[in-house]
């Protein structure tokens, strides 16, 4: 059967409409599509030569015990492990019955003593006026006059007395000297704790350490001061700084040996306990012109099917660009790898975002935002 070329025509026309009509809904779906939500951390070049990564767990700064400068009945611990307390704020409390009554006893004994020293007064003077008429002997005005100074004495006694007795009941209650957070309750309520001994272990609320064990072949070219990295896999592998400020003088276990390193800030969510992964910047001699960039192990999306990362092969990044509110995908040369960390070289720049997650399903150019974690 012969097709005319008026039908034809119209066949070719008709599929060019539809061809149209599909690459129009394409393109609309496409524009209509939201921006791919990322989880990011922000980049800053190491001496990737040196860089050696150990976990580590964060710690309160500044860990110290609070007690009770007098012994008693624990009658409230109002605190909990965790909780944050500002200075001044009362934080536990003596019972203070047996101190209320010992002050009313003392206070009592000080008025008797005062109303003694005030009839030895008296009598003291009374001698005194008779041995001026003749009328009483030296020898009474001077038992007159030593009974006013005995009287005198215990007054002083017992004014000590009151004041003790007064400090004590304030010493039942314990207010914090500084603000901080509770690491550790160590007494229970209604037990009887002496003098000294701790109600509670607290630490700097605004300051953190990470703790971490070095093997003992990597002590000696540690120095104090030195700066050290540390991210916090329980957020989001966020990048803090800090600098070494302990190193223990003997070894632990298996022959490492304890280091703290003090952050320079303390990160919104992070809390004692969080694991984190420390990056140690070890002298070396060929360091000084090998700077890279550490980034997660999860960061990379390689060109080839590979186990892992190889040092000297290429691997794939993407880069959140902030102003387009786009992906860029960069290239990059694998420099060095500890643990879960890749040190890359090549095309980043301190200050840029890298994504860290979910990079096999990226593309060069696709529309992104930041991730937040109510997401």
């Known amino acids: 059967m012969t097709t005319s070329p008026r039908f034809r025509a119209s066949r070719i026309f008709v599929s060019l409409v539809l061809l149209t009509l599909v690459g ?4 609309k779906q496409t524009r209509a599509q939201p921006p791919q939500a990322v989880k990011t951390i922000e980049v800053a070049a190491v001496n990737a030569s040196v860089a050696r990564s150990l976990t ?13 400068p007098i012994g008693g009945k624990l009658a409230e611990a109002t605190l909990r492990e965790g909780e944050a307390f500002e200075a ?12 209320q009554r010992d002050v009313s006893a003392q206070k009592a004994r000080l008025a008797a003593v005062e109303s003694r020293l005030k009839e030895a007064n008296e009598e003291f003077i009374r001698q005194e006026t008779l041995l001026a008429k003749g009328a009483a002997t030296k020898v009474a005005l001077a038992r007159a006059e030593s009974a006013r100074e005995i009287a005198r004495a215990d007054r002083r006694v017992a004014e000590v007395a009151v004041a003790t007795a007064e400090e004590n009941l304030r010493r039942t209650i314990l207010r914090a000297p500084r603000s901080g ?13 002496a003098a000294g001994q701790p109600v509670y272990e607290v630490g700097a609320r605004d300051a953190l350490e990470v703790l971490v064990r070095v093997p003992e072949h990597l002590v000696p070219m540690l120095r104090y001061d030195a700066p050290v990295d540390v991210t916090i896999p329980g957020l989001s592998d966020r990048l803090v700084i800090g600098k070494i400020i302990e190193i223990a003088a003997t070894a632990e276990a298996g022959n490492a040996f304890r280091v703290r390193a003090r952050l320079d800030e303390t990160p919104s969510g992070a809390r004692s306990g969080m694991s984190a992964n420390v990056s140690l910047l070890i002298p070396g001699t060929d360091a000084a012109d090998k700077i890279a960039f550490p980034v997660p192990l999860s960061a990379l999306a390689f060109d ?14 993407f880069v959140f660009d902030p102003a387009a509110e786009v992906l860029r995908r960069k ?5 060095g790898v500890v643990g879960n960390r890749v040190f890359v070289t090549e095309g980043l720049s301190t200050g840029e975002r890298v994504v860290t997650a979910g990079v096999a399903f990226l593309q060069d150019g696709q529309r992104a935002r930041l991730w937040r974690p109510a997401e």
């Not at 580590?56 to 009770?68: I, P, Q």
């Not at 080839?304 to 990044?317: Q, S």
């Not at 290239?331 to 420099?335: K, L, M, P, T």
């Open 88 to 99: 001044g704020q009362i934080i536990a409390q003596l019972d203070q019955a047996d101190f």
């Open 24 to 27: 129009c809904d394409e393109q």
């Open 304 to 317: 080839k099917i590979e186990t892992g990362p190889v040092v000297g092969r290429k691997g794939t990044l």
């Open 331 to 335: 290239e990059v040369s694998i420099a």
């Open 56 to 68: 580590g767990v964060l710690v309160v700064a500044e860990e110290t015990r609070l007690s009770f």
């Open 181 to 193: 957070v509770v690491i550790k309750l160590l007494a229970k309520q209604f037990e009887e704790i």
